[in-house]
């Protein structure tokens, strides 16, 4: 008797479950890129701008559920291997390939539909972020499987989602407030921040296999569960994660002394929030394998809101005396 024969056939709740709606809270990294363009292009706040977000963070959404639907049925021959994974519905119960790729092509065309209405950009952002989910999780290109560019192409959803938010309130191509000349240019994110957000992220989904490395541990079925895990080490993986967060800090500078002077008082409280991570990181069992057991970290959470509204802060408070500080370095 074959494996799919004495399993149990998947439900709707299955189905829906390998869509992780409970991951869209990953989302909110658009929210930055919100923040961000606002404090630039002072998008008059009015009922439209409310629509234009909301159908922005559901297009998103369900771009990223799509790739979630097709990374879970690919995945589940190696996720058995994962002492967590191990359980997914994907994993413990007969799935239905067609239904899993009607799933994938609905919530991608739904996705790509709501992004086309916020403008061409968004649009392009959409496709790109589902471009990747393609990349990430299909043969022959299957990155995840690339020992260092699993983490460097996944996290590269990080930068897209902060685009995402950006697009949500910069000026779109065509409209009356922007010009079809070079100008255009200038409604594009800063590639500074691009790049740290990119770093940044790369940063946490290191830490993330370092935790799970730990967890499995034992390299023999770590490199069942997952390819690139047949060249890692626990010390590559260390250094990798310093090499990440020393890149998004130091472009993470360039972005704040060229766009907002203001952020650089939000730095130390940034590295703060980098080493406290890591810390969670280097846990036994780390909450940093998953979302939803990070949320268990309550100080670490209730720091990361503090944070986040010391950011908003930041954003839109100027303090005068940071110029003058600049201007006069600059002298030197």
């Known amino acids: 008797m074959t494996n799919d024969q004495v399993r149990e056939g998947a439900t709707l709740k299955d189905y829906i479950a390998i869509a ?25 706040f009015n009922a439209d701008l409310v629509i234009r977000i909301i159908i922005g963070i559901f297009s998103i959404c369900l771009v990223a559920s799509a790739n979630y639907v097709i990374n879970e049925y690919l995945d589940a021959g190696f996720d058995k291997y994962h002492p967590l994974k191990k359980r997914r519905s994907s994993v413990v119960k007969s799935i239905n390939p067609v239904i ?23 649009l392009c952002t ?3 972020l589902l471009f990747m989910g393609l990349i990430y999780n299909v043969k022959p290109f299957r990155s995840k499987d690339r020992v260092f560019l699993d983490v460097l192409s996944e996290s590269v959803n990080n930068p897209l989602r902060f685009a995402a938010g950006w697009f949500i309130f910069s000026p779109a191509l065509g409209s009356p407030d ?18 740290a957000y990119w770093m940044g992220g790369a940063f946490l989904m290191a830490t993330k296999r370092f935790a799970e490395y730990r967890l499995i541990a034992n390299p023999e079925i770590a490199g069942q ?5 047949r060249f890692y080490t626990e010390n590559s993986l260390l250094v990798s994660m310093f090499f990440y967060a020393i890149t998004c800090a130091f472009f993470m500078g360039i972005f704040l002394i060229k766009d907002r002077i203001e952020l650089l008082l939000s730095f130390p409280f940034f590295a703060l929030l980098f080493s406290w991570y890591l810390r969670i990181g280097l846990l036994n069992d780390s909450p940093v394998q ?24 930041l954003m839109f408070v100027d303090v005068p005396w940071l110029y003058w500080f600049l201007k006069n370095a600059n002298n030197y």
Do not use: Q
């Not at 991951?23 to 008059?44: C, D, E, Q, R």
């Not at 899993?100 to 968004?122: H, Q, R, W």
């Not at 057991?293 to 209730?302: I, N, S, V």
């Open 178 to 195: 922007s010009k079809w000349d070079l100008e255009w240019i200038n409604t594009l994110p800063p590639v500074s921040i691009i790049i």
């Open 290 to 313: 998953g979302s939803e057991k990070l949320y268990t970290r309550k100080w670490f959470m209730l720091y990361l809101v503090l944070f986040t509204i010391m950011l908003c802060v």
């Open 20 to 44: 992780r709606p409970d991951n869209w809270v990953k989302n909110l990294f658009m929210a930055p890129g919100m923040f961000f363009a606002l404090s630039i292009f002072h998008t008059p």
């Open 126 to 128: 959409a496709a790109l």
């Open 225 to 229: 569960y997952r390819m690139s895990f």
């Open 100 to 122: 899993v790729y009607l799933e994938y092509v609905v919530l991608a065309l739904l996705g790509l539909t709501l992004a086309y209405c916020i403008s061409l950009k968004f």
